[in-house]
């Protein structure tokens, strides 16, 4: 698939995104969206993980909108290439941020919810990269 897309001064081509990039953007975007909104709305079990790596009573909302924000910007992404890489590279940064919280608290029994986000998130990085430097096929 072939899309045209107009700049300034010139026209170019760019690859559109295949059905696994869209189907994993969505699954991440699903999951990302989900727990950020758990952790704006501060559901008992989002607080209790974020306890248990250390995090302070204040941050989940915060935190919660940072990642709900991510999962907006993928989904963009996929229209807008820079904006996923964008999304994705900061979803990547933050829960690499997420497993390092666990490790330092040495709060291994939920490691395995950042780390799946952090999976997600860099595959959608990875997805979005490889649109953004193949060539479009005619």
Same mark, same amino acid.
Request: no cysteine; aromatic share 2%.
């Given at each position: 698939m072939v899309r045209k897309v107009h700049s300034d001064l010139r026209t170019h081509? +760019? #690859?559109? %995104?295949? %059905?696994?990039? =869209?189907?994993?953007? =969505? +699954?991440? #975007?699903?999951?990302?969206a989900g727990i950020g909104a758990a952790a704006a709305a501060r559901a008992p079990f989002v607080l209790k993980f974020m306890r248990e790596a250390g995090v302070p009573d204040s941050w989940p909302q915060a935190l $919660?909108?940072?990642? +709900?924000? $991510?999962?907006?910007?993928? @989904?963009? $992404? @996929?229209?807008?290439? %820079? @904006?996923? =890489?964008?999304? #994705?590279?900061g979803l990547v940064l933050y829960f690499c941020g997420a497993v390092i919280t666990h490790v330092r608290a040495g709060a291994f029994r939920n490691i395995s919810f950042p780390a799946a986000?952090? $999976? @997600?998130s860099s595959m959608s990085l990875a997805l979005a990269a490889r649109r953004a430097t193949r060539p479009p096929t005619a």
């Open positions: 081509m +760019v #690859a559109a %995104p295949g %059905p696994v990039d =869209i189907a994993l953007t =969505i +699954v991440t #975007a699903a999951a990302t $919660g909108a940072v990642k +709900v924000a $991510g999962a907006v910007g993928l @989904l963009a $992404g @996929l229209r807008a290439k %820079p @904006l996923g =890489i964008a999304a #994705a590279s986000y952090l $999976g @997600l």
